[in-house]
């Protein structure tokens, strides 16, 4: 069985010099990384789509450990909500 995650909020913090093709392919990246999927938009500050093809015993607060980990690694801040 699969899992699908919803993500809606916005990246901040980000440095000013990098640009919006950057910021893409990181987050693809670290998505990809994790043999997930993801659905939606992806824009310089914005993410709002699913994550999804992830293990079915993922809970919803370990998949937010692992993003916000993400998030905090690159030095960026994420003001949104993470639903199951």
Not at 31 to 38: D, L, Q
Request: glycine residues 10%.
């Amino acid at each position: 069985m699969t899992k699908e995650f919803e993500i809606q909020g916005r990246i901040g913090r980000l440095p000013p010099e990098m640009r919006e093709e950057e910021f893409w392919y990181k987050m693809i990246d670290f998505i990809e990384e994790n043999n997930w999927s993801f659905g939606g938009c992806l824009e310089m500050e914005k993410i709002c789509g699913c994550i999804s093809q992830t293990s079915s015993d993922l809970s919803i607060d370990e998949f937010k450990r692992i993003f916000l980990g993400f998030v905090e690694r690159n030095g960026w801040s994420f003001d949104g909500d993470v639903k199951g």
